[in-house]
């Protein structure tokens, strides 16, 4: 196992980078809302219509990383690596929205021409997979 | 979402794209110094019927120590201004169709290079393949006409970012549902329960199959009071998807307020039973069954 200060480091190196957007918009968002002055109090335990909607986003991105980690190709690639693939599914459960919607857009732009995937692009995905699933630490030194 | 760094866009002109389109009558309002945001949002707010003053926009969009407005204050101020704002697709077709639908398309572009940005809103009010030319409404310039290649780049830089604004009871040309049913649950939180409650039953109309819009009825309804109208659009939501765990939730929270606390529970146990439920979703029902149950008094 690796130092895990070094690798928790890293991964949350890597969470500032696809998060910083996000961030950023959050803090706007939040600038904007306020300042418009008329928000709609509703009662703590009601789930509203924008919670909703990022609920229903993150089960459907990570549907999408779940398919692209139960495929052939990627379990073997995975074996190879010694990870179980089912450690990295019970992982991909507490990634940040953030982290979710960086990796299933990654996964679309790899197998945007089709279900045909190159094996470079193959393991590209499952490097990076692992990387912010936090398994490896294996970016760290490129 | 992670961006490919900076895009080498392979300039292919109008490609397949052959229909020659424009909105004339898209006003033109021209720019002080650095405000191209407020005034290609006021372009398009205009055309829409939305009647808003420059200084009211540039209030909300034009932060003067960062010289520009960042795209999320563009959406925010089109929001407060009562319109929903739609990303459409980062294509010319995209932009076609919206044309053809009488709305002008409010474009980000790069005017600098990727690492020199010089960010640059602007409004496509025509497109036409045979010259190869996509004409703006462009700061100072009325009529902007720039040659096909030229604007991909320049959007292209800007990760093809364009919006239209609709008003409540309009939907885009071919709309994608999840990005459609994201913009109107965002508006519905700064908007008017009037204009909030059209947007859900155009939506409605539009997908009779899903259960989102009929859950969004009923946020409307229950923050406006109404509770028993709420009570019948979650139920309604249920009827279409009854594993809609989100919807049982906040029918119990409807419910309660109707005094009806052992209906309330009995919903919030049949979400807790279904095999369906998400894990992210079990502790926020538990939580509402113990708030809910606490009411029943001693």
């Known amino acids: ?142 | 979402m992670l961006t490919s760094g900076c895009a080498s866009y392979p300039a292919a002109g109008f490609g397949e794209y052959v229909t020659a389109v424009a909105v004339p009558e898209t006003p033109f309002v021209p720019q002080d110094r650095y405000q191209c945001g407020p005034a290609a949002l006021q372009t398009v707010l205009q055309r829409s019927g939305a009647a808003v003053s420059l200084p009211w926009l540039v209030e909300r969009v034009y932060v003067p120590g960062r010289q520009g407005s960042f795209q999320v204050e563009v959406a925010a101020a089109a929001r407060a201004a009562g319109r929903i704002p739609y990303r459409v697709d980062g294509t010319l077709e995209a932009v076609g169709r919206e044309l053809a639908a009488g709305r002008p398309v409010l474009v980000l572009q790069n005017l600098g290079v990727a690492w020199y940005p010089r960010w640059h809103f602007a409004v496509v009010y025509a497109l036409d393949p045979v010259r190869g030319i996509v004409s703006l409404r462009s700061g100072t310039d009325r009529e902007r006409h720039t040659a096909v290649d030229v604007f991909l780049r320049t959007w292209a830089r800007a990760d093809f970012w364009g919006i239209v604004v609709l008003r409540p009871d309009e939907l885009p040309s071919e709309p994608d549902r999840e990005r459609w049913f994201s913009a109107v649950a965002d508006f519905e939180r700064v908007a008017a329960a009037a204009a909030a409650r059209m947007a859900w039953r155009t939506t409605a109309r539009h997908w009779p199959e899903a259960p989102m819009p009929w859950f969004g009825l009923g946020n409307v309804a229950y923050a406006s009071g109404d509770a028993s109208a709420a009570e019948s659009h979650y139920r309604r939501a249920l009827a279409l998807d009854p594993d809609y765990a989100m919807a049982r939730n906040n029918l119990a929270w409807a419910l309660a307020d109707l005094g009806r606390i052992d209906d309330a529970v009995r919903e919030l146990e049949r979400a807790l039973s279904s095999p369906k439920l998400p894990a992210a979703l079990a502790d926020e029902i538990r939580d509402s069954r113990r708030q809910i149950g606490a009411r029943r008094g001693p």
């Open chain 1, 1 to 142: 196992m690796q130092d895990s200060n070094t690798a928790t480091g890293q991964r949350r190196g890597f969470i500032r980078r696809v998060g910083f957007g996000r961030q950023c918009v959050l803090q706007l968002a939040i600038f904007a809302f306020t300042s418009l002055g008329f928000a709609q109090v509703s009662q703590a335990g009601m789930i509203s219509s924008a919670d909703a909607r990022q609920i229903e986003q993150h089960a459907s991105r990570s549907a999408t990383i779940e398919a692209f980690l139960s495929r052939s190709d990627v379990a073997a690639e995975l074996t190879r690596f010694g990870v179980s693939p089912e450690v990295v599914l019970a992982r991909v459960d507490s990634l940040s929205d953030a982290e979710v919607a960086a990796l299933q857009g990654r996964i679309d732009e790899q197998t945007a021409g089709g279900d045909a995937l190159a094996v470079i692009g193959v393991v590209f995905l499952v490097l990076l997979i692992l990387e912010v699933v936090g398994v490896t630490d294996i970016f760290k030194s490129i």
